[in-house]
């Protein structure tokens, strides 16, 4: 199934010999799969769909359906849409498969865009790509306004917190990894549940691995969102503040001491001093009820000016740092198991 041309569909096409693996978590989405599954057949050399203790069957209904390309894994307990995805690249690469396809079981994703993906891997131009449902404007009619609105609002926290300045729609789901780079990832620290997609990408980061968006719309079809708002917010908050404190401290710290360093560490200490100052003087005047004369206020002003130009000055440098060159080529293929990430990724 590896080869190129002969009786492949156009589709199956690739440019170079190669394996894709598709990994298809399921998790209550028993009147989609089949649909899903049959289409992703097309596309891939193997299908691995991983029943995430789905109470519908899932997995036992796909596997009565009898299609040889297609892998079931069954997990004894849920551990959401990230944990099964991880579970299916693992599979994946104990298989050898040479570029892995993550689809959502829901129908949401069209497998026949999964060429997109694979493709600006394929040419060496990527190390992961994504899709993207908010580069074209009239896609976005189809899209709920809420849905709208969050993710616009996650996509500003994810470039904070992955330094991927250049992407949009970080929860996006449809995704493709090569495998040598999948290996580096340390899966074992990666976040398990909604916040998988983000966690990813700044493992990604980490490796200094390329990141490309693929423009895509997503099918709507009424289904309700297992992801709960009033939960949702509180945790993507802390694991964005949580991976940027640690980018920083491992790219700006640990990896390179640099001008932007400097800019970074000295803006933010002006800028607090500044706040705090300003804080003080006004309690003051308020207190007292005497003014503070303008010299006093220029003092206070200054240190805030400072720190917020050093600050746009390293936030334009870290917009500039976002990695541009696909680093598989550069990294030596290892063991499906037993790679040890800590090695490229400490964080």
């Not at 009786?7 to 009147?31: F, M, Q």
């Not at 193997?46 to 997990?75: A, M, T």
């Not at 983000?198 to 490309?212: H, I, T």
């Amino acid at each position: 199934m590896s080869q190129t041309g002969g009786n492949l569909p156009e589709s199956r096409r690739w440019r170079a010999p190669v394996r894709v693996g598709i990994v298809i978590p399921c998790y209550r989405v028993r009147g989609y799969i089949e649909e899903v599954v049959r289409s992703a057949i097309a596309f891939g050399d193997r299908v691995y769909v991983v029943d995430d203790k789905c109470p519908e069957g899932s997995g036992r209904f796909v596997e009565s359906l009898g299609l040889s390309q297609v892998v079931v894994v069954y997990h004894e307990r849920n551990y959401g849409v990230g944990g099964a995805t991880i579970t299916g690249i693992r599979r994946a690469l104990e298989d050898g498969m040479d570029v892995i396809v993550k689809v959502d079981g829901d129908g949401q994703m069209d497998p026949r865009r999964i060429p997109s993906l694979v493709a600006p891997i394929l040419r060496g131009q990527a190390d992961y790509t994504k899709g993207n449902r908010f580069f074209y404007p009239e896609d976005l009619r189809e899209m709920p306004w809420v849905r709208l609105l969050g993710n616009a609002a996650l996509s500003f926290l994810s470039k904070l917190s992955t330094g991927y300045w250049n992407l949009f729609d970080p929860t996006n789901g449809f995704v493709a990894i090569h495998a040598t780079v999948a290996r580096r990832i340390p899966w074992e620290k990666v976040h398990r549940r909604f916040f998988f997609e983000s966690d990813v990408l700044f493992r990604l980061y980490l490796l200094r691995a390329k990141v490309v968006d693929v423009p895509m719309p997503a099918r709507y079809r009424g289904e309700p969102s297992s992801l709960s708002v009033g939960w949702a917010i509180p945790q993507f908050l802390f694991n964005h503040a949580r991976n940027f404190v640690k980018r920083i401290f491992y790219c700006y710290i640990l990896r390179d001491f640099s001008l932007a360093s400097i800019e970074l560490f000295t803006g933010m200490f002006l800028l607090v001093l500044g706040v705090v100052a300003a804080a003080w003087e006004w309690w003051q005047s308020y207190v007292t009820g005497i003014p503070r004369t303008p010299g006093t206020i220029m003092l206070v002003a200054l240190p805030i000016l400072l720190g917020l130009q050093l600050l746009l000055g390293f936030l334009a440098f870290d917009i500039r740092a976002v990695p541009q060159e696909a680093v598989h080529p550069l990294f030596q293929a290892g063991p499906s198991e037993g790679f040890d990430g800590e090695r490229l990724s400490p964080c």
